[in-house]
């Protein structure tokens, strides 16, 4: 009696393994470099709103010569801050100390 011979074309069971071992070594390279992307890009947001914050400061003060200047003031009508850039100086926790913008960083 011969052997049956397969004639179908297919991938191992060793070869399925080891192309899964393969990709998870791969993700276990990539996922920790995507948090740290994801922190600098946060970090460079927050520094643009700070820089963005205090030059509204500044125009606020100049055009009504008011010492004191808050968030809810620049937010006021639009004028100078949207309510979307509100929104995300909360949640970066950027606000205003002696009239000027700081990040406390989490």
Do not use: C, H, W
Not at 38 to 44: F, V
């Amino acid at each position: 009696m011969k052997p049956k011979k397969y004639s179908r074309k297919a991938f191992t069971l060793i070869e399925v393994l080891t192309t899964m071992f393969i990709i998870s070594l791969l993700l276990l390279l990539v996922m920790p470099n995507l948090a740290r992307v994801k922190q600098q890009a946060e970090a460079k947001q927050a520094r643009a709103m700070v820089q963005t914050l205090q030059t509204q400061i500044e125009l606020y003060q100049d055009e009504y010569g008011e010492q004191v200047v808050t968030i809810d003031k620049l937010l006021a009508g639009n004028r100078y801050l949207t309510s979307a850039q509100g929104q995300r100086l909360r949640q970066l926790n950027i606000g205003i100390e002696n009239n000027l913008a700081k990040y406390a960083e989490k």
